[in-house]
Each structure stands twice: as C-alpha cells, then as structure tokens.
C-alpha cells in the first residue's frame, strides 16, 4: 500500500532561519513520483515539484532545495533563509505508475509552516 | 488559458440535504480527479475519471457520494443527506490523460463545503 507520512504537524522558525520539511513515503512500485505542493492561506495549491523515482539527484530552485534519498524512503524539503512569504502549509505526495494507469496522487497530511518576523 | 474552475466557492448546508459541487477542467484534458481536503486530514483522492472509461470510485468515502462526468468534460460531485463530517474542501484536478509518462495535475481553487 502507498502512504506519505509528514511527522511535522507545525513548524514556527524565525524569518531568515532555515528550515526543513521531513516526508517519508511508502510504496511496492519501483517507478513513481514524488511531489511537494505549496497551499498558502489563500487555499490555492501551488504545485513546487516533481521528482520521479529514477532521479536521486538533489534539486535547487532558488531557497528551496529537495533531498531524494530512496534508501531512507525520504523525500524532504528546505527553504533556506525563510521569508514571512513561505508561511502556508506544504504537502508531500506520491503517484505511482499502476497498472490502472491513474495518476492519483496519495498526500501527506501536510506541514503548517509559520514564518515568524 | 483557463485553469480548472470549482463553484461554488463556499457552499453552507444543513445537515440532511443534497449538494451538488461542479468542475470544470482545462479544455482538451481527458483526466479528472476529485479530491477532499478535510480539517486535520490532508487531501484524500475520492475519485478519478478518464476518457469514456468506468470511473475509479475506490475513494469515496460512502454510497452517499458520487459523481458523473458529462460529455467527458464538467464534472458533479453529489452528496446525498449529506453529515457534518463531510465538511470539507473539495478540490478538483485534470490532466492531459492519465497514464504512460507522468501528466501533470491542475487543481482547481475548490469548494469549501460547511453542513450545519
């Protein structure tokens, strides 16, 4: 079964702080995907990134960076030198490629983040 | 070009009474996908439609929900006497089609449904 466990309910760091979000997943399929959604207050869902399992290469995009590790089944998240602008809650979430061939994306219950001026 | 719409955006009910939720996704996509967001809960996958195929309705929490797709483009989610406990977010997503290599998922704004 696929399951995307997030640990962290809330975080509250101090403006210009890193910080790093924690994901964990759990899967059967050697092919998925991987993803990190940004939803600030305004309720909308930000799409961040997608990774597929044959990638392990770490990405950078700007403040934020991701961290792939399938031997740990993890898949985390940080922003460096946070801004009050990243205060939203943020999921993880993962899709495999089955036999269905459906996309559907299992998430995580989500971090609240609070950027603190 | 247009994202995928939700109405209503807010939507108030009694307890016991029917809602119907629209969506309306990206023109040309195949792939549509309800999703509920419940308070403490994340989001939950309720259901998926592709094409002219029989819908995944694995997700759907009771037989008090469901769903159709008209013409393979507009979607409505239904819930019947309806309950408290489907307060939620619902937000909806398409995609190109599903399968093969990865489509991206577009998510509408959703509807935040309140059953009082």
């Known amino acids: 079964a696929q399951k995307v466990t997030q640990a962290q309910t809330e975080i509250s760091v101090v403006e210009k702080e890193d910080v790093t979000l924690d994901c964990v997943y759990e899967?059967?399929?050697?092919?998925?995907?991987l993803f990190w959604y940004k939803q600030p207050p305004s309720g909308e869902l930000v799409f961040l990134i997608r990774r597929n399992s044959f990638d392990e290469q770490n990405e950078i995009s700007g403040r934020y960076s991701w961290n792939f590790q399938k031997s740990t089944s993890s898949f985390n998240f940080t922003i460096t030198a946070s801004q009050v602008v990243d205060s939203a809650v943020y999921f993880c979430a993962l899709s495999e490629a089955n036999l269905r061939r459906d996309d559907k994306i299992i998430f995580g219950k989500g971090t609240r983040l609070h950027i603190l001026p | 070009g247009a994202g995928v719409s939700q109405s209503p955006s807010n939507k108030v009910t009694e307890k016991g009474k029917d809602v119907e939720l629209r969506c309306d996704p990206i023109?040309?996509?195949?792939?549509l996908y309800w999703y509920r967001q419940s308070l403490g809960q994340g989001l939950e996958f309720l259901i998926y439609f592709q094409g002219n195929s029989a819908p995944d309705k694995s997700g759907l929490p009771s037989d008090r929900f469901s769903a159709e797709r008209t013409g393979g483009s507009v979607s409505t989610l239904t819930i019947q006497r309806t309950q408290q406990e489907d307060s939620a977010v619902y937000l909806c997503?398409?995609?190109?089609?599903?399968?093969?290599?990865?489509?991206?998922?577009?998510f509408g704004p959703g509807t935040r449904l309140t059953v009082l």
């Open positions: 997503a398409s995609s190109l089609r599903a399968g093969g290599t990865y489509n991206e998922q577009f």
């Open positions: 023109s040309g996509h195949t792939a």
């Open positions: 899967t059967r399929d050697t092919t998925y995907y």
